[in-house]
């Protein structure tokens, strides 16, 4: 394992540590150990540990101990229209840390056009400087041409990324074609990347929101009117179709409505390497609050896609969650102030989207789930931490407690009760859009690389501890299955004799490819016919000369024979 | 008034025998007392009309502007050679026989004349008086023993002994089943590939369709991309009129989607008398339309009352998975399933259904080949969309494990698009669906071409023509693979072959039922026969059937075409050019009435807020609008499409986006705290 970025750390991670009496709850089982630290890693677990003097114990008194959170997805100090999120690495992961997440990853969105690569050292410039946890990123594919090609491969096996996000929705800007999607998805698929879908489909919306304009509605109900959850669905099934065509491995990011769940669901019924990512809101609020008289605070629920407005959204999207059908949860966290929000206050298609959550988010799944009795405590670590350190190939190092693990660890308290208001969380944010909501569950004491960040309520964070963790390709989570199933689909062409019959007459074709009935081209595509114009030219050209044309197809000369004979 | 000028025509028409005793009109009949005159010979009817047509063509001048043609042809036997050819003809004699019905008053010697108009427009040995004796009739809802009698390309009396006319030839049913003639919703018999045209034509596809018991087929009408739709359409209309031996109706596919189109589209529905047209998510770069082309599609087409047809298969992936498939060195056939894999049709079709329940239009699933694709339908149809689903005998039939055949020639002939599954569970899975309703009609796809054509692809599979027989096997497959086996009961099968594309169509109950009223288009059943199928004894020119040697019980014994018995005793007894084009009204009930309602309930509204005066970050004003998303930069790939940009833009500039936006004026600061602290509805206690 080496640790990039960990230069200009000073020697705080040599903290000692020492929790006794915990119940230490991974994954797969529950049991009650002592666990020891040092150096930012667990060195022991067992009973009675014999440990060097002078270390700091902590008792447990048989609370859980649970590896730290990891949030797969926020966006802190995302760039926006000259502007940032409010939530900086710093106040973001530091709200992070006291709901209990330990790693975040965040997205790198390069603006269309520029360098990939660029963008992620930009971004790695602003997250070493102010992170408090550790953190890893995912970079987005906004455009695809060659030299993205080149950079994703630079990004794979140089810079420690291993997942990236291509967009199905924003209309001009991010959305990517179906045959774009395709080739993305096959080079990636290639080279061990996990591709991450934005599912939406771009093209409708573009067109339902024209019309929500035109009917007068201006409003954040014209948000989630003009993305109704059916277009979520079909753009998943779509991805899955994709993806399963081109054998690679499918993230589906942002699963906020019953029906995107269920097509995921099915798709992993019939044996597709698909995971789905259901976010904190989805998880705990509806969309019914976009109908809210109170302009701000319906803004304030504005992501994409959005919250669905049928209320029973929630508790399905957790039963989903428990029942293995989705994986890992984000928070998809990405917060402006209500001004920024007001950038759109005339037209809903302009407000920033985007909703808190990294804060609440294990206490919610905590409350909702395993409170309810749809999940066990090993579940819960899985999808709040497990799962999403197996995508990220981080596993074992993230997401387990056990030798030689990263000290991240989480006491957890089943049973505190905690109001979630804007007026007391850590996010900069002045709405939360869990406002008022009482969760069951809340870390009682959260580590993170070997240092106590949060105990008795009160946070210690200091900005810029936070390491890149790199990730690398090909985790076997996802790539086990994909492996095994390249080498068994292979595609042979039958062996024929040749046919000699006779062959109808005609005009070879200038466009290759498309089997049918005309010649004429369309005048609307450019790129793409290229490839096929050369694919075909092998075959068309070298017809005309040969094959004297005419009469050849009714009798031919010798009768009919050969192959083309029929009984 | 009338009946002593009857007798008079009567003793007249004892006289001369060349006469046909076909020329009966449906006015006519109404007053039966008439009708039984009408037997009269040309000459003498002829010279009456010449002496009152005058007035007859004055008093329907008043009532009807369109008949005065007509009416001019009447006075002038030289004339009537030249009113021959014609095919409207038949039409506007429709249009005399209601003016007359409506003037009882007129002097007899008007219908004379009317009856004798009608002899000269329409073939002689069209129509004849027919009465089918002890069948079991069996429409979609029930079956039950009755006569059916027919006169005029009508049928006249369902029921136990009915009273009918002497000279009446009767056919004796045996107790056999009585069946509404099969509507075929989906041929191409004039799709010319490469400009070479399909080896069966109207009339050779039509002579198949009646020996397999289908007595109307609706054929595409597949315009080239750049072409006008409506000019397309007369040409397809003038050739079937010229060949077709049974009634057609036409779908008109829209190769391309744009303003002009519109105009087509509109004058299509409202004057030719088409609801149905395809679009098609395949064939990139050729027919293809995008996601958005296909929402503004959907949303006119509803508007127009227009049921959409969709090719549904992702033409993207198709292109990339060809170009792959390709490059491995797979030329033949087998490329043609392994480029198109199932859950490309099943996603397109899940896609399609999507946009039509987006802007609540009813979407009409053409070419159900695969599983996954009818399993797609079938969750759709529980959700409440309205969408209907059509299988084709080859995906019913067969399976797609032929292309993989060593005769290249076998091979290819399996070509079509969706391509048959290689799953040979298929079929039966879509029998299953097609007895449950969740699948509602059989098209054929047919579409033949011969093994030459078929060898253009022969070193390139994506050029071979696709296409595969099947017009004159679909109701016998049916029969054989659902009915034979208990899957469906009889009245199923009438409903999957005829009535439902009757239903969806707007054809019902004129087709699709044997009722009083409905065309005389009836089949009479044999559940047992076993024909074996084979080219050798098709009705196709064919010179290779996909399935070959394969058995079917269930045979027509008797078609009646138009009230004429058409195939009887393995025999066909046709004659080119007498199809008539049996035009469609928009909005069928069967699948408008649902989405009508539900325009009506579903009402969007605004929440009326009070207006936000709350801080408002300043942006720099963007050119562009629409996606609301962390940056504003145009994207150099992707070009924007000017009607959507548009309307927004205008929209935005509204919202404040003036010229002197990027000016700082009085920025920046007021976005932390403006100057008299946070109030109004911003504040968020």
């Not at chain 1, 209990?100 to 603006?111: F, K, L, N, Q, S």
């Not at chain 2, 004129?510 to 084979?534: E, H, L, Y």
Request: with cysteine; aromatic share 6%.
């Amino acid at each position: 394992m080496s640790y990039q970025g960990k230069k200009n750390i000073p020697k705080i991670t040599s903290d000692r540590l020492l929790i006794k009496g915990g119940r230490i709850v991974n994954d797969d089982q529950s049991f009650c150990a002592d666990i020891y630290m040092e150096d930012g890693l667990i060195k022991q677990i067992g009973d009675n540990l014999i440990v060097p003097g002078g270390v700091k114990t902590i008792e447990a008194d048989g609370k859980m101990v649970i590896p730290g959170g990891i949030d797969i997805h926020t966006h802190f100090q995302m760039p926006y229209r000259g502007t940032t999120t409010v939530d900086d690495f710093c106040q973001g992961t530091k709200a992070a840390l006291a709901g209990g997440t330990t790693m975040i990853v965040d997205h790198v969105i390069p603006e269309p056009g520029s360098s990939l690569v660029e963008a992620f050292e930009r971004w790695r410039e602003w997250a070493d400087e102010k992170s408090c946890c550790d953190y890893s990123l995912h970079v987005d594919i906004t455009h695809w041409n060659d030299s993205v090609k080149q950079e994703v491969e630079i990004l794979l096996k140089e810079k420690g990324v291993n997942s990236f996000q291509v967009y199905m929705a924003y209309k001009d800007l991010y959305q990517m074609s179906n045959s774009e999607l395709y080739e993305i998805f096959t080079f990636l698929g290639e080279l061990g990347g996990i591709v991450q879908v934005h599912a939406e489909n771009g093209e409708i919306i573009a067109e339902e929101q024209a019309r929500m304009l035109e009917i007068g509605i201006t409003g954040p109900e014209g948000h989630v009117l003009s993305r109704p959850e059916e277009l979520e669905a079909e753009a998943v099934f779509r991805a899955v179709t994709i993806a399963s065509q081109t054998n690679c491995p499918l993230y589906v990011t942002r699963v906020m409505s019953k029906s995107a769940a269920d097509i995921i669901s099915q798709a992993r019924k019939k044996g597709n390497v698909v995971f789905g990512e259901p976010i904190t809101a989805s998880l705990g609020t509806d969309g019914t609050h976009y109908w809210s008289k109170n302009w701000a605070k319906a803004a304030s629920y504005v992501t994409s896609p959005p919250l669905s407005p049928d209320p029973t959204t929630p508790d399905y999207l957790n039963t989903m969650l428990a029942s293995g059908d989705l994986n890992v949860t984000g928070s998809a966290h990405c917060t402006f102030s209500v001004a920024q929000k007001a950038i759109g206050k005339d037209d809903f298609t302009q407000i920033p989207e985007g909703v808190n959550g990294v804060e609440e988010r294990m206490s919610l799944i905590w409350d909702k789930a395993v409170v309810s009795g749809k999940m066990d405590e090993n579940l819960f670590v899985a999808v709040t931490s497990t799962n999403a350190a197996k995508i990220l190939n981080l596993y074992p190092r993230k997401g387990r407690i056990a030798v030689g693990s990263d000290s991240d660890l989480v006491i957890w308290d089943p049973d505190l009760v905690k109001t979630v208001t804007a007026k007391t969380h850590n996010s900069a944010a002045e709405y939360n859009v869990f406002e008022g909501m009482e969760l069951r569950g809340a870390p009682m004491l959260v580590i993170c690389q070997g240092k106590i960040v949060l105990e008795d309520g009160k946070l210690q964070a200091t900005s810029g501890l936070g390491r890149f963790i790199p990730c690398s390709s090909f985790p076997d989570f996802a790539y086990k299955r994909i492996k095994a199933r390249k080498q068994l689909a292979v595609l042979r062409a039958v062996p024929r004799g040749m046919y000699d019959g006779p062959v109808s007459d005609f005009i070879p074709m200038s466009r290759g490819a498309t089997p049918s009935a005309s010649t004429r081209s369309s005048p609307t595509k450019a790129p793409i016919r290229n490839l096929h114009q050369s694919g075909f030219s092998l075959a068309g050209p070298e017809e005309a000369p040969i094959r004297p044309a005419g009469r050849r197809i009714v009798v031919p000369p010798g009768g009919r024979s050969n192959i083309t004979s029929l009984s | 008034s009338l009946s002593p000028s009857l007798s008079l025509s009567f003793s007249l028409s004892l006289s001369p025998s060349l006469s046909p005793s076909l020329s009966l009109s449906h006015s006519l009949i109404l007053s039966v007392s008439l009708s039984h005159s009408l037997h009269s010979s040309l000459p003498l009817s002829l010279t009456v009309s010449l002496s009152l047509s005058l007035s007859l063509s004055l008093s329907l001048s008043l009532s009807l502007s369109i008949p005065l043609s007509l009416s001019l042809s009447l006075f002038l036997p030289l004339s009537l050679p030249l009113s021959l050819p014609l095919s409207p003809s038949l039409s506007l004699s429709h249009s005399l026989c209601l003016s007359l019905s409506l003037s009882p008053f007129l002097p007899p010697s008007l219908s004379h004349s009317l009856s004798v108009s009608l002899s000269l427009s329409i073939p002689p040995s069209l129509f004849e008086r027919l009465l089918i004796k002890g069948g079991r009739v069996v429409n979609d809802d029930q079956s039950f023993y009755a006569d059916v009698y027919v006169e005029d390309g009508v049928i006249k009396q369902v029921g136990e002994n009915l009273v009918v006319p002497g000279g009446v030839r009767v056919v004796e049913a045996e107790g056999r089943m009585v069946i509404p003639g099969g509507i075929d919703t989906n041929t191409c018999l004039n799709k010319a590939y490469l400009d070479s045209p399909p080896v069966d034509d109207f009339y050779q596809g039509t002579k198949a369709a009646l020996a397999g018991g289908t007595t109307m087929i609706i054929d595409h009408v597949t315009p080239q991309p750049g072409t006008s739709l409506l000019q397309v359409f007369e040409q397809w209309q003038e050739v079937a009129d010229r060949k077709c031996c049974c009634d057609y109706s036409l779908h008109v596919d829209i190769p391309q989607w744009d303003e002009g189109v519109k105009d087509e589209l509109e004058v299509l529905v409202q004057e030719k008398g088409i609801n149905s047209f395809q679009v098609y998510m395949a064939y990139k770069d050729l027919f293809q339309m995008t996601d958005t082309q296909l929402y503004e599609a959907f949303s006119f087409l509803s508007n127009l009352g227009a049921v959409v047809l969709v090719h549904a298969e992702n033409g993207d992936l198709i292109a990339q998975e060809q170009k792959k498939i390709l490059e491995m060195g797979i030329t033949g056939p087998e490329g043609h399933p392994l480029s198109r894999p199932e859950e490309l049709e099943a996603e397109a079709v899940f896609r399609a259904i999507t946009i039509g329940n987006r802007v609540n239009c009813p979407v009409y699933i053409t070419r159900v080949m695969s599983k996954s694709a009818a399993d797609t339908l079938t969750q759709a149809r529980r959700k409440g969309c309205v969408v209907f689903g059509e299988p084709l005998t080859a995906s019913l039939a067969t399976d797609g494990s032929h292309y993989w055949n060593r005769n290249w020639a076998k091979a290819a002939a399996c070509v079509t698009s969706p391509p048959l599954s290689p799953d040979p569970t298929t079929p039966q899975h879509l029998h299953t669906l097609l007895a449950c309703g969740d699948l509602q009609v059989v098209g054929s796809g047919h579409c033949a071409y011969s093994t030459a054509q078929k060898a253009i692809g022969k070193d390139n599979f994506t050029l071979i023509p696709e296409g595969t027989n099947g017009l004159e096997e679909r109701m016998g497959f049916v029969w054989d693979r659902a009915a034979a086996l208990g899957k469906m009961d009889e009245n199923q099968f009438v409903a999957v072959t005829s009535t439902n594309a009757a239903k969806i169509f707007n054809l019902y109950p004129r087709k699709g039922r044997i009722a009083v009223g409905s065309d005389a288009d009836i089949v009479i059943w044999d559940p047992d026969r076993i024909k074996t199928i084979t080219a050798k004894l098709q009705q196709s020119a064919l010179e290779y059937n996909i399935f070959e040697g394969m058995e079917c019980r269930g045979v027509p014994v008797l078609v009646v075409s138009q009230g004429r018995v058409v195939y009887e005793d393995d025999k066909l007894n046709v004659q080119q050019g007498t199809g008539r084009f049996i035009p469609r009204k928009p909005f069928p009930d069967h699948a408008y009435q649902r989405i009508n309602t539900r325009n009506k309930v579903i009402g969007r509204q605004a929440v009326s807020r009070g207006v936000y005066d709350g801080p408002v970050y300043d942006v720099p004003s963007t050119p562009k609008y629409i996606t609301p998303a962390p940056s504003a930069k145009t994207s150099p790939t992707t070009q924007q499409p000017p009607p959507i940009r548009n309307l927004h833009q205008s929209n935005f500039s509204l919202s404040g986006a003036q010229v002197d936006d990027n000016v700082p004026r009085r920025s920046g600061h007021r976005i932390i705290a403006p100057p008299g602290g946070r109030s109004n509805i911003t504040s968020l206690g």
